[in-house]
Nanobody, 122 residues
Framework: QVQLVESGGGLVQAGGSLSLSCAAS????????MGWFRQAPGKERDFVSA????????YYADSVKGRFTISRDNAKNTVYLHMNSLKPEDTAVYYC???????????????WGQGTQVTVSS
């Protein structure tokens, strides 16, 4: 079992930056791939970014490539999402998730956090 708790969401102006954290419990964190997804009101949950267990491989959605950076610290059981040059269309609830295999598909992730709200004002 892996339990995930996101933090770091909030309100920021367009062009600003925000960093999200996801703290994981469970002995298997270091062997899990981790992902970030987001869901805006009335929309489906979309892939944002993912990172392999050893941080050697990362994936990004085209919409965030060059602006967001995913990283992890296995010693702290934490995965991060650093978001720069934020846009109003980045407004959503952001979820972190854990999977056995690195994937961009939400269905591949067995464990999910409760989500943290990110709001970007124009």
């Amino acid at each position: 079992q892996v339990q995930l708790v996101e933090s770091g969401g909030g309100l920021v102006q367009a062009g600003g930056s925000l960093s999200l954290s996801c703290a994981a419990s469970g002995r298997t964190f270091s062997s899990n791939a981790m992902g970030w997804f987001r869901q805006a009101p009335g929309k489906e949950r979309d892939f944002v970014s993912a990172i392999g267990w050893n941080a050697g491989v990362t994936y990004y959605a085209d919409s965030v490539k060059g602006r967001f950076t995913i990283s992890r610290d296995n010693a702290k059981n934490t995965v991060y999402l650093h978001m720069n040059s934020l846009k109003p269309e980045d407004t959503a609830v952001y979820y972190c998730a854990a999977a056995q295999i690195l994937s961009i598909r939400a269905g591949s992730y067995a464990y999910w956090g409760q989500g943290t709200q990110v709001t970007v004002s124009s």
